[in-house]
């Protein structure tokens, strides 16, 4: 494949590696990149060094059926069908319960290490998969934002001295989340994947091939916008390739992880952190959360795989002695309606829990559990806790950036991270 500036720049697209792209940004104005730029470097300075593993459970999760009323009447009497029996459910407090495939997890409760928000939601939910995970992502509640909730500290942490992995998603594209105009996190499935693919006639394993891409991006004007971007991008991919290989040979799992795609997203987060790679934010996903019909099977399937892949996750860096250093948040786009559907499915809903996980993490149940009974004018789940305040309370009290300056606003706090 032959490789010039002029194509990259009629594409919109700065190749960094197998898998890894970067957007045309370029309709943005310089002066705003430069004032993002400038933010990014004031609040990144100002947070501290503990690390933050953000799950996205993607589809919307049945959390009903996560972290279940099984007290409450009402929640059988409209799930005659997908109802957990009582007998199966993991108690938390006794009006509260755990899905039977999250046991991994109640072991984590049950040791102090676990706290759960509930009724997580913002006024004027919206029920559109891609309008409110916009609004999960960029805090903005019409679902037209652009800049993720963790972005400014991404811009300010990204290729800063040499560390291109101090944010890290795994999966086929960056979470919006972490969109930053001035800052490309790297974006890979496999570590395998992190690194430029040679052609297979190459003779000398791609060395060439790299070479005329460096070549390409250090003769890029330096005058020209998004210049230092463009440079510091392709430097921090081609580093970034060197350090997550060599990372890879020297990191030895501590625990056995699930197969599939969500276990192994997690252990390349773990290999990060063991390996001191600089981690501060981490992203992984688990789809699959839709669950319109014969939802039975699937959900608990999916509790399974993430019970087990959390699990495993903080076994390893538990083992590894960095487990302090870690707290894990999940969310998902919204919940499901109360009632089951008629195809022994939930349809799209409201308010929903998640869940926070750590050794810093102060046991228990945070927030009011939404009524069964008194839904709202479309009869949904009324929400209780902003999830904005979930952000705000793992910015100031985890990652000890200001909320405020990050998310625009002041939200509050919540008490399941003690103050810094």
Do not use: C
Not at 107 to 122: C, N, Q, T
């Amino acid at each position: 494949m032959k490789l010039s500036r002029r194509a990259m720049v009629r594409d919109g697209l700065l190749v960094v590696s197998a898998g890894m792209v970067m957007p045309g940004i370029f309709s943005r104005g310089v002066a705003s990149a430069k004032e993002l730029a400038l933010q990014g470097a004031r609040f990144s300075q100002q947070a501290g060094t503990k690390t933050l593993i953000v799950v996205q459970m993607a589809g919307g999760n049945d959390g009903l059926n996560t972290v279940i009323p099984y007290t409450d009447s009402a929640y059988h009497q409209l799930r005659p069908t997908l109802a957990i029996p009582d007998e199966q459910v993991l108690s938390l407090d006794g009006r509260l319960g755990l899905h039977p495939e999250l046991a991994p997890l109640k072991k984590l409760w049950d040791s102090g290490h676990m706290a759960v928000i509930e009724g997580v939601g913002y006024p004027n939910s919206s029920l559109s998969h891609f309008q409110a995970m916009d609004i999960w992502q960029t805090l903005d509640l019409n679902g037209n934002g652009r800049d993720g909730w963790l972005g400014k500290l991404v811009s300010g942490w990204v290729d800063k001295d040499g560390h291109p992995f101090q944010a890290l998603n795994v999966g086929t594209q960056t979470a919006q989340a972490l969109q930053s105009i001035n800052a490309q996190v790297p974006t890979f499935n496999t570590v395998n994947n992190y690194r430029v693919t040679p052609d297979p006639v190459d003779s000398d394993g791609g060395s060439s091939r790299l070479q005329t891409l460096m070549k390409l991006y250090s003769t890029y004007p330096k005058s020209s916008p998004y210049a230092a971007l463009l440079e510091a991008t392709a430097l921090n991919a081609q580093e970034g390739s060197k350090q997550i290989h060599e990372a890879a040979t020297q990191y030895h799992s501590l625990a056995t992880y699930p197969q599939g795609p969500f276990s192994a997203g997690l252990q390349v987060l773990a290999e990060a952190i063991v390996q001191n790679l600089g981690l501060r934010v981490g992203y992984v996903t688990l789809g699959g959360f839709d669950t319109h019909a014969n939802q039975q099977t699937t959900h608990a399937q999916l509790m399974k795989t993430l019970a087990e892949g959390l699990s495993a996750f903080y076994s390893d860096l538990q083992a590894h002695g960095r487990a302090d250093d870690v707290v894990v948040m999940t969310w998902s786009e919204f919940g499901r309606r109360v009632e089951e559907n008629g195809s022994q499915g939930t349809d799209h809903g409201t308010a929903a829990p998640l869940f926070i996980l750590g050794n810093a993490v102060n046991r228990g149940i945070y927030g009011e559990p939404p009524s069964l009974t008194s839904l709202d004018d479309a009869g949904n789940l009324k929400y209780t806790v902003d999830f904005r305040s979930v952000y705000a309370t793992v910015l100031d009290r985890w990652l000890g950036a200001s909320s405020k300056d990050v998310l625009g606003g002041a939200f509050g706090n919540q008490s399941f991270l003690p103050s810094l």
